[in-house]
């Protein structure tokens, strides 16, 4: 950009060009870090949500990984979430891609839960198809689907999460360090369950949806 600048006659350093580029939020495309690797060895699940109606809480869940950059270093943080509401039910930090943050989380998840989910979806990542990950979620009575490869799309209702939560929380404010993205989210994860309307839940929050969900399944 610097050099196309000073070829059409506007003296400008590579610095300016940096701050002007922040603030008007132009950002270079690139290859973003592929997290979804597989573990070959592992064995494969079913893709179960194709052409199912989501209609109730607690009908399935949904868990991923996203990288987070900071000015210092980066950070992995997993969610699980509930399909239906768009309800964050639990979230974590690592510095690592271990599958043992992403059993905290789903453990987290479970115990804080009234009723088991029937279904947890992920993709095909080393973390959701180990040992430890699928025999957590089978221990508790619960099926496992996995979306196809390459197909992000399968669990659409997370990715759509993660860009939320990189454009709102994460990009405007450039946490420095662990600490201050771990306040920064726990305060943007609040707010987005009791605080934010979403337009695909008739502008209501993700709390009122599971409200609203689980009473009319009782009614």
């Given at each position: 950009?610097?050099a196309?600048?000073?070829?059409?006659?506007?003296?400008?350093?590579r610095k300016?060009?940096?701050?002007?580029?922040?603030q008007m939020?132009?950002?270079?495309?690139?290859?973003?870090p592929r997290?979804?690797?597989?573990?070959?060895?592992?064995?494969?699940?079913?893709?179960?949500?194709?052409?199912?109606e989501?209609?109730?809480?607690d009908?399935?869940?949904c868990a991923?990984?996203?990288?987070?950059?900071?000015k210092?270093?980066?950070?992995?943080?997993?969610?699980?979430?509930?399909?239906?509401?768009?309800?964050?039910?639990s979230?974590?930090l690592?510095?690592?891609m271990?599958?043992?943050f992403c059993?905290?989380?789903?453990?987290?998840?479970?115990s804080?839960a009234?009723?088991?989910?029937?279904i947890?979806?992920?993709d095909?990542?080393?973390?959701f198809?180990?040992?430890?990950w699928?025999s957590?979620?089978?221990d508790?009575?619960?099926?496992?689907?996995?979306?196809?490869?390459g197909?992000?799309?399968?669990?659409v209702?997370?990715?759509?999460l993660?860009?939320?939560?990189?454009?709102e929380?994460?990009?405007?404010?450039?946490?420095?360090?662990?600490?201050?993205?771990q306040?920064?989210?726990?305060?943007?994860?609040?707010?987005?369950?009791?605080?934010?309307?979403?337009?695909?839940?008739?502008?209501?929050?993700?709390?009122?949806?599971?409200?609203?969900?689980?009473?009319?399944?009782?009614?």
């Open positions: 950009m610097m196309t600048l000073k070829r059409d006659g506007i003296p400008i350093g300016q060009v940096s701050g002007l580029m922040k939020g132009i950002q270079a495309i690139y290859r973003k997290l979804s690797i597989p573990n070959r060895e592992s064995k494969r699940y079913p893709y179960l949500l194709k052409d199912i989501i209609e109730r809480p009908q399935v869940w991923d990984i996203t990288y987070i950059p900071m210092h270093g980066h950070l992995y943080v997993v969610a699980v979430m509930d399909w239906y509401s768009r309800k964050v039910l979230w974590k690592s510095n690592t271990d599958e043992r059993v905290e989380a789903l453990d987290e998840a479970l804080k009234k009723k088991m989910p029937e947890v979806n992920t095909q990542g080393s973390q198809t180990g040992e430890a699928v957590t979620v089978e508790h009575g619960v099926k496992v689907s996995q979306d196809g490869r197909r992000w799309m399968d669990n209702m997370i990715e759509r993660w860009r939320s939560v990189k454009y929380c994460v990009f405007p404010w450039e946490p420095s360090d662990g600490r201050q993205l306040e920064r989210l726990e305060d943007w994860f609040e707010r987005y369950n009791h605080w934010r309307p979403h337009q695909s839940l008739g502008y209501k929050t993700p709390v009122q949806k599971a409200r609203e969900g689980s009473k009319r399944k009782v009614a």
